[in-house]
């Protein structure tokens, strides 16, 4: 049950994963446009860095509750 | 102490500390295996894992050449962040579903796995062979990119002291010596401690540029004032070449076969994805890094035209050794990270192109301790070719559009991993056309001239229809023999 749950939220964080790369490229403005600064970067940089510092906390989260098991050496015996 | 003195100083020092990891490693050796020699015994755990495959991940390219991208390119360039980042969760494909196989099955190398998947029929064979050379060939390009980034620093670094062509050789030398007497072992620990001197290096270089300027606020309107197209919105194909990275970095780099074969030498799984886990954070510890440096170089080079990117890193510390002993002290540890990430790429390269060569290509067995002895004569055989074309620059010319195509390459052996993991009906024969029609259509389109079509990478183009030959052959190969029908 505990290992379905993990594995739910493990697919869950990864698509939020795809959909913050999606973000990341700023689609959403028009090419050659002159930026605000926020954060210190133009807007769509600060807001692809956001992505990017999302993206990082989320799959480390996937990662740790993924199941990367060991199975045993197959000896031939 | 003038910088170049100061510099051959910490190289020799360093140099030393590598030889003594080497001789550590060796006592620690267990057998002659390939298994041993080639992934440590299976016995990484999480520090020294984690540690190995940020410092093979980050090349000299990484440091020297990505600075002098983002100052070439502007601010577009954090699109690096992202598709380094990309690696590590394109890994959640693999390696969840290839680790138990592997620690089932011992395996070596790559091939190891398309022997598992496929079997051993006529196609399988030649599957593995194909994807073998693909994989060795991509090794050697990375090779020969590392020594002559080698031989440019150690120049760079000594101030002339040790000429290019000593430093590929005498570099070239040592990593064979540390890699043939400890194999992963002294690779993964001499790439710990490269790891760590190439973050304390950077972070110093960050520190000392945004401090000089006054922060990232005044960085970024220095450059809008300096060059406006640097932090204007990209156009539609920068956009696309932007999405196109992720792809192509992303799925690439998965194959590598140095990555893969971290994958066998963890300890166990649980090391392995803590490592994969701190591993995600490393784009941002790094590539980010880098990026704001390069971008911070903008109104302060900007005097000088336009710089070859590879010009960047380095005129960038010789003006921060001017500024004082410490500055200079900070700027060699620079210097030395750089060194440190490409020699670490190189020992990590070659080691797998050894075992690639012996066991893939060659096809000799993993149980065999003369399967040790050929890997380490195909490495030193590798080694030799990638000096002689380092030291020649009329070879280097010639091979140089071919040298570029090493992610178009790699790319092109995704569907016997990716695919093949999680589609169980997926057969040898349609994959090995698929990667024949893939890297066909991509190097044509490479030496023709064309590295991107409307932004899109020609390497993922290619994979694209590489894996549309292997998917519609299986479907249809399925549909004669009635296979895949419900029962």
């Known amino acids: 049950m505990q290992g379905r749950v993990a594995t739910g939220v493990r697919r869950g964080l990864l698509v939020a994963v795809g959909v913050l790369y999606v973000i990341s490229v700023p689609w959403y403005r028009r090419g050659g446009a002159e930026p605000d600064v926020w954060l210190g970067m133009p807007d769509w940089v600060a807001v692809a860095v956001v992505c990017y510092a999302a993206i990082a906390v989320l799959n480390s989260l996937a990662w740790l509750l993924s199941d990367v098991s060991d199975a045993p050496p197959d000896d031939g015996s | ?487």
């Open chain 2, 1 to 487: 102490m003038s910088q170049g003195s100061l510099g051959t100083v910490a190289l020799g020092l360093y140099l030393a500390l590598l030889v003594g990891v080497a001789l550590v490693a060796r006592r620690a050796r267990r057998d002659l295996s390939p298994a041993d020699h080639f992934l440590a015994a299976r016995h990484l755990g999480v520090f020294v894992l984690f540690l190995t495959l940020y410092a093979t991940a980050y090349s000299g390219n990484s440091l020297l050449g990505y600075p002098g991208e983002a100052y070439r390119r502007g601010f577009s360039w954090i699109m690096a962040t992202g598709f380094m980042m990309s690696i590590v969760v394109v890994f959640h494909m693999l390696i969840p579903r290839l680790r138990p196989i592997a620690t089932r099955h011992r395996f070596v190398t790559p091939g190891d796995w398309i022997r598992h998947r496929f079997g051993e029929g006529r196609s399988a064979v030649q599957l593995r062979v194909v994807v073998g050379v693909l994989m060795a060939v991509a090794l050697g390009n990375f090779l020969l990119a590392q020594l002559i980034a080698m031989g440019l620093v150690a120049a760079e670094f000594t101030g002339g002291l040790l000429p290019y062509w000593a430093g590929v050789l005498g570099l070239a030398a040592l990593i064979l010596f540390y890699e043939t007497l400890g194999g992963l072992r002294a690779v993964a620990w001499t790439d710990a401690a490269q790891g760590i001197l190439m973050l304390v290096g950077l972070a110093a270089l960050l520190a000392w540029l945004l401090g000089e300027v006054g922060g990232l606020d005044a960085v970024t309107r220095q450059v809008a004032a300096a060059r406006p197209e640097a932090v204007a919105v990209p156009d539609a194909r920068e956009k696309l070449n932007w999405a196109s990275s992720i792809v192509l970095m992303g799925l690439a780099s998965v194959v590598y076969p140095q990555a893969i074969q971290r994958v066998f030498a963890a300890r166990d799984g649980a090391a392995l994805k803590r490592s994969m886990a701190l591993m995600t954070f490393m784009p941002l510890a790094t590539t980010l890094v880098v990026t704001l440096i390069g971008i911070a170089a903008i109104p302060r080079l900007e005097h000088l035209g336009l710089l070859e990117a590879d010009r960047v890193m380095p005129r960038l510390l010789t003006e921060w050794a001017a500024a004082g002993p410490a500055a200079a002290g900070l700027a060699t540890l620079v210097f030395l990270g750089a060194l440190a990430a490409i020699m670490s790429t190189a020992d990590s390269v070659l080691l797998s192109l050894g075992a690639v060569m012996a066991l893939d290509v060659f096809g000799r067995s993993s149980e065999e301790a003369d399967t040790t002895r050929f890997g380490k004569r195909m490495a030193a055989l590798g080694m030799l070719v990638a000096v002689a074309v380092a030291l020649a620059p009329e070879l280097r010319g010639t091979l140089w559009g071919l040298i570029e195509l090493k992610m178009e390459l790699l790319i092109q052996c995704v569907p016997a991993f990716l695919l093949a993991l999680h589609w169980g009906r997926l057969r040898a024969r349609p994959v090995l056309w698929g990667v024949l029609v893939g890297t066909l259509v991509a190097v044509a389109l490479r030496l023709s001239g064309h590295t991107r079509i409307e932004g899109v990478h020609v390497g993922v183009l290619g994979l694209a229809l590489n894996m549309l030959v292997a998917v519609t052959w299986t479907l249809r190969h399925d549909r004669e023999s009635g296979a895949g029908r419900p029962a």
